[in-house]
C-alpha cells in the first residue's frame, strides 16, 4: 500500500528467500527490491519514477542423463560393497559428486520515469523512458584432485571449470 501524501507517494518492497535442499550442494537464495515514487511537480506535471531489481543464485547436484548424476549413481549402484567400497554406487561416490558446483545466478534490473504534462486543458503529453537490464550466469566446477574420474582420462582428471554468460540491456 502506498504511503506519503497527495503531493508524493512512495511505495518500498522487499523481500528474501533461502532454501536448503537434502544435498549439500542443492541450495536457493533469491532476493527482490521495489521501490516507485510519485511526484506532483506543479499543478500540470506529475513524475513517476519506477525501479526494480530481483536477483537468485542456486547450487544445484548434477541430475538426468549424466554420469556424475546423483540418482543415476545411486539408482545404478549395486548395492553390495562386500566385493568393493564403491559397489553401492554406479560410477563414483556421493562425497565426490557433492564436490561438483553448479550455480546458475539471474540478476535483473530495471528504472522507468514516466511524466505527464499538461500545458492547457485540452493537451496532455506523456513521455516514459527505462532502462530493463538482465543477465543470467551458468557456472560448474569439479576441483582437480577430488573424487577419482580415472575412467574418463587426463580430460577431467585436473578439474574443469564452464562459465555461460548472457547480458541483455533494452
Known amino acids: 500500500m502506498p504511503c506519503g501524501s497527495e503531493a508524493a507517494t512512495y511505495l518500498v518492497s522487499g523481500e528474501f528467500e533461502r532454501e536448503n535442499g537434502i544435498c549439500r550442494n542443492n541450495d536457493l537464495r533469491r532476493g527482490s527490491f521495489r521501490a516507485n515514487l510519485t511526484g506532483r511537480v506543479r499543478d500540470n506535471l506529475n513524475l513517476r519514477v519506477n525501479s526494480g531489481f530481483i536477483g537468485s543464485a542456486q547450487n544445484a547436484p548434477q541430475n538426468d542423463n549424466n554420469l556424475f548424476s546423483t540418482l543415476r549413481n545411486g539408482l545404478l549402484g549395486q548395492g553390495d560393497t562386500t566385493q568393493y567400497a564403491n559397489a553401492a554406487f554406479y560410477f563414483t561416490r556421493p562425497e565426490f559428486l557433492e564436490q561438483i558446483g553448479v550455480d546458475p545466478g539471474v ?3 530495471n528504472v522507468s520515469v514516466n511524466a505527464d ?20 550466469a551458468d557456472r560448474q566446477l569439479r576441483q ?27
Do not use: E
Not at 124 to 133: A, C, E, H, M
Open 117 to 136: 504534462y499538461r500545458p492547457t486543458t485540452w493537451l496532455q503529453v506523456n513521455g516514459t523512458t527505462g532502462v530493463d537490464y538482465s543477465s543470467r
Open 144 to 170: 582437480p584432485g577430488v573424487g577419482n574420474l580415472a575412467l574418463l582420462g587426463p580430460l577431467y582428471s585436473g578439474g574443469f571449470r564452464t562459465s555461460n554468460r548472457v547480458a541483455i540491456t533494452s
Open 107 to 109: 540478476r535483473r534490473a
